[in-house]
């Protein structure tokens, strides 16, 4: 069965993750957003942009500010959290590692 985790923020799902595929240590999911993601989406979009430019002074506070919003991985099944990882969201695809 392929891991599902909810994107959270407190007790709002920002969006769900399927993983599609795996190389340790990253997980490859497909992303579902819901309306709540919209208010994140920005942060994502510029570390994204600051990654592919290998800027990693300002990646490194870009990201800086993703943590600051408190996001966790939540398996809606079990509740396991996982509060440390390092993710990227580009449309409908997801990778993170923790």
């Not at 510029?46 to 870009?62: H, M």
Request: proline share 4%; net charge negative; with cysteine.
């Amino acid at each position: 069965m392929a891991l599902t985790l909810h994107l959270k923020q407190g007790d709002i799902v920002l969006g769900t993750l399927k993983e599609t595929d795996n190389d340790f240590p990253w997980r490859y999911c497909t992303f579902t957003p819901t309306d709540a993601f919209q208010s994140v989406k920005p942060l994502f979009d510029r570390e994204l942009e600051l990654l592919e430019a290998e800027d990693w002074e300002q990646f490194d506070k870009a990201y800086q500010q993703i943590e600051a919003l408190g996001l966790r991985l939540v398996d809606p099944l079990s509740g396991d959290e996982i509060r440390e990882f390092l993710l990227h969201i580009e449309g409908d695809s997801a990778s993170f590692r923790y």
